[in-house]
């Protein structure tokens, strides 16, 4: 068994209704029904727009045949399925997911592509790994830095800045600290971003952060 690492602060959380705890919990006796069930509740958590499903290969990440589990969701009540175009379409059984089940089943909506909101959620960068493997020990004054920086700036641009800062050799929080300043006041941008961290824009980059450290 491979041991878990731990929790960490640099993640995103995802709503459990209680009804789950105090019903299906109890209820739900396999570990693959479960396990879909928890995954469904996952997925459709983080996706965006009104019109959230599954396939049945979407599950297939956890379960690798997850049709006897998923019929057992579809039973139990927890997933509602709708058969369209050959192939079936599983949404939760919550208020916007009878409705956009109850739209397709009666050919309101057209029969929905793969796009990427059938896509799992991204993983956010672990800046507190990235820092400890690249910077330096994870001291309590840098990890309450870390985490302040997590709630002013977003934990891409965090990440970006460690990358940049181990690019040039400038392995402090200050230096880093500097960089998330810099965009902060002059404006993010992607593209720019790239390029600052490669030559030669990258030069540019850490030409400018050595200006706003002499302010």
Not at 50 to 55: C, V
Not at 98 to 103: G, K, L, N
């Given at each position: 068994?491979?041991?878990?690492?731990?929790?960490?602060?640099?993640?995103?959380?995802?709503?459990?209704?209680?009804?789950?705890?105090?019903?299906?919990?109890?209820?739900?006796a396999e570990a693959d029904e479960l396990k879909l069930t928890l995954y469904a509740l996952w997925r459709f958590e983080h996706m965006e727009g009104?019109?959230?499903?599954?396939?049945e290969q979407d599950f297939a990440e956890v379960v690798p045949d997850p049709g006897p589990a998923l019929e057992k969701t579809v039973q139990r009540g927890s997933l509602l399925q709708v058969e369209k175009n050959g192939g079936a379409l599983y949404f939760l059984n919550s208020p916007r997911g009878?409705?956009?089940?109850?739209?397709f089943a009666k050919g309101q909506l057209d029969s929905p592509k793969r796009s990427a909101l059938s896509n799992p959620p991204p993983e956010h960068p672990n800046i507190y790994k990235l820092y400890e493997?690249?910077?330096?020990?994870?001291?309590?004054?840098?990890?309450?830095?870390?985490?302040?920086?997590?709630?002013?700036?977003?934990?891409?641009?965090?990440?970006?800045?460690l990358e940049i800062a181990i690019k040039h050799n400038k392995r402090n929080w200050k230096y880093i600290e500097a960089i998330l300043s810099r965009w902060k006041e002059e404006g993010h941008a992607k593209e720019q971003d790239r390029r600052d961290a490669k030559e030669p824009r990258g030069r540019d980059v850490a030409r400018k952060v050595e200006d706003f450290l002499k302010r």
């Open positions: 068994m491979k041991k878990f690492t731990g929790f960490s602060d640099n993640e995103t959380f995802t709503q459990i209704p209680d009804s789950f705890f105090r019903q299906l919990l109890n209820e739900i009104h019109i959230r499903f599954l396939r009878r409705a956009a089940a109850e739209a493997e690249n910077i330096g020990p994870l001291t309590p004054i840098i990890a309450d830095a870390l985490k302040d920086a997590e709630q002013i700036y977003p934990s891409e641009w965090v990440a970006e800045a």
